[in-house]
């Protein structure tokens, strides 16, 4: 047997809990073990499986390790830097998760670049001493919004970042999913699951809408997405 750790101090159970969720849904099926234990403010998830099949827990558990730098993290990093006293509370969230995911491919394969080489990893110690560099380039673009932005700008800059995409996302009764049809659950990770934090964070070129779709996802996405939102 063999095992993989992954352990935070100043515990947020958010993003270990996500963690402990994707590995044990994905690995289910294995004979293994897969614990998360809280200790105060330290937390500790472990996964122990037949050496044949840890290199395959490995890649899943940095993926989803990086998926919690470059989404949650990086939304905690704006949350605090930046105040924005004239947007509203939802206007701040809007915000935060679109600053998050107009680098999310670059931050994503920054983070996990960062994370090889280990069976054990420290989500706060690969924060601070292996993101530096990552960290400077959120610092930049912090120091490029105004402290005075308002509603308007929030539009504007919603306009630019939804004006070009990838792919295509599917919609269904408040669900998000990718391409190949598997659940989407990233903007959990920013402190509220929401349709219209996945679809930012899915940074599709299209989205297709399938049964109920809320009054606020349906007017976020007749007014960012026009003719590429298609309602089934």
Known sequence: MEEITITQNGYNGLYMSYL?????QRFSFLPAVCNLKEEGEYAELSFRAERAYCPYVKRFAEEN????????????????????????????????????????????????????GS????????????????????????????????????????????????????????????????????SVLTGEESAIGEILLGQAERVYCFGDTDKNTTRFLKRYYGSKAVFC
């Open 20 to 24: 402990y969720g994707k590995v044990q």
């Open 119 to 186: 069976n054990r990893y420290c989500l706060d110690g690969v924060y601070h001493f292996r993101l530096r560099e990552l960290k400077k380039r959120w610092e930049g673009i912090a120091e490029y919004v105004p402290t005075d932005m308002n509603t308007a700008s929030l539009e504007g800059f919603l306009e630019f970042l939804t004006e070009d995409g990838e792919g295509k996302l599917f919609l269904k009764d408040g669900k998000v999913y990718d391409e190949e049809y598997r659940l989407l659950s990233r």
């Open 65 to 116: 390790i990086a998926d919690v730098l470059a989404v949650g993290y990086k939304y905690a990093f704006f949350e605090k830097r930046l105040v924005l006293p004239f947007l509203k509370a939802e206007e701040r969230r809007l915000l935060f998760t679109a600053l998050v995911s107009a680098d999310y491919k670059d931050d994503k394969a920054y983070a996990y670049r960062r994370l090889g």
